[in-house]
């Protein structure tokens, strides 16, 4: 495969995740990053040893020799961002939640089709080796007819009324946070398991923090617990701090599903349990590597992730033996090897999450919102 080049637009915490995901294909080079500002662009750029740096992303777009870019900024920026560099030839990695609207995220499906160009959202969490066994067990009818499906999105790192970042403030990030947030990635992993659309919702929504103490100082994602009380200025918040949905999934299926980033204990608890006629599967992201499949008239059993043990196309999403633990990164990972197979080689098989896939998660989120203000049942 030939050597690619790439840039990094968002110079936070997923800017760093991004940019060791890509670094350990072999065969793709960070060459530029683009931050807020010429000064975080060049912190950053010097702590990660990339050659360039600039405070304006379209001055990077220019560069001939540039394939692809990264767009990993707050999601108000993604569609203009995203725009340009299609404009500008280039294939596009969006973070999630793809754009602010449904109808932007079509703005940019039409135009990456257009300019015929390798397109990805972010939802890496289905590149877990365990979860893609159980993909393969549903595909294989293991699982029997999909009955129900629950699970929850559980953070805490927003618990505090002290605890601040970009995307608590709806100009920044949309009228959704954790739903939008971390929401998006529920509802996307469901329907790429079980093949079956999110067809109905019914949501209800909460804010109970009415009012935060913004830090005075620029803080990333997941910092900000030593600040002092006259660091902080107040100001009101509008987006969701927890959200809860029942909905429906293709013809007969039903399910139900809880976010919250106020969820004291919980870092970054994601579970999806997965009910069929034959047999249940539940998954939980703190637990990576483990997989619990349930049966009614036999033992239950604890799935030990091991390549030799996946079934069919799951264990290609294994690098590392029985017993050596593949987690986030590794799931980041899996995902950029089979986008830049895409923009290496157009007529390579697209198998990952694509602009598409995006725009289904904004319209679900919009269904969410509007079945929230409804207080009732929303068809998608």
Known sequence: MRKLNTAIIGAGFMGRVHTEGVRRLGNVEVVAVAGS??????????????PKSTGD???LLDDPTLDAVHVLTPNALHHPMSMAALRAGKAVLCEKPLTMSSAEAKEMLKLAEKKNLAHAVCHNLRYYPVVQHVRQLILSGELGSI???????????????TDFNWRIEAKSNGALRAMGDIGSHWMDIVQHL??????????????????????????????????????????????????????????????AFTVSQVAAGNKNKFVFEIYGTKMGVSWNQERPDEL??????????????????????????????GG????????????????????????????????????????LL???????????????
């Not at 499949?293 to 690098?319: H, Y």
């Not at 986008?339 to 598409?356: G, Q």
């Not at 919009?366 to 998608?380: C, T």
Request: hydrophobic share 35%; glycine share 6%; with cysteine.
């Open 147 to 161: 009955l129900h499906v629950q699970g929850t999105y559980s953070q805490d790192w927003l618990l505090y009324d």
């Open 366 to 380: 919009e269904k969410v919102l509007q079945s929230a203000k409804k207080r009732g049942w929303v068809n998608v």
């Open 292 to 321: 619990w499949l349930g049966r009614r008239n036999e033992p239950n059993m604890v799935l030990i992730k091991d390549p030799s043990l996946l079934k069919g196309p799951a264990a290609s999403f294994a690098d590392l033996p």
């Open 37 to 50: 500002s010429d000064a975080s662009a060049k912190k950053f750029a010097e702590s990660m040893g990339i």
């Open 194 to 255: 079980t093949a079956l659309p999110i067809t109905a919702v019914c949501a209800d929504l909460a804010t109970f923090h009415k009012t935060r103490k913004r830090p005075k100082i620029a803080i990333q994602t997941f910092a900000g617990k030593k600040l002092k009380p006259s660091d902080y200025e107040e100001v009101p918040i509008t987006t969701d701090d927890y959200g809860a949905v029942l909905l429906q999934l293709g013809d007969s299926a039903r399910g």
């Open 57 to 59: 992303y379209r001055t």
């Open 324 to 363: 050596h633990s593949e987690g986030y990164d590794d799931s980041h990972k899996q995902l950029y090897r089979r986008f830049y197979a895409r923009v290496a080689d157009p007529k390579a098989p697209i198998d990952y999450p694509t602009f598409e896939d995006g725009l289904r998660g904004m319209v």
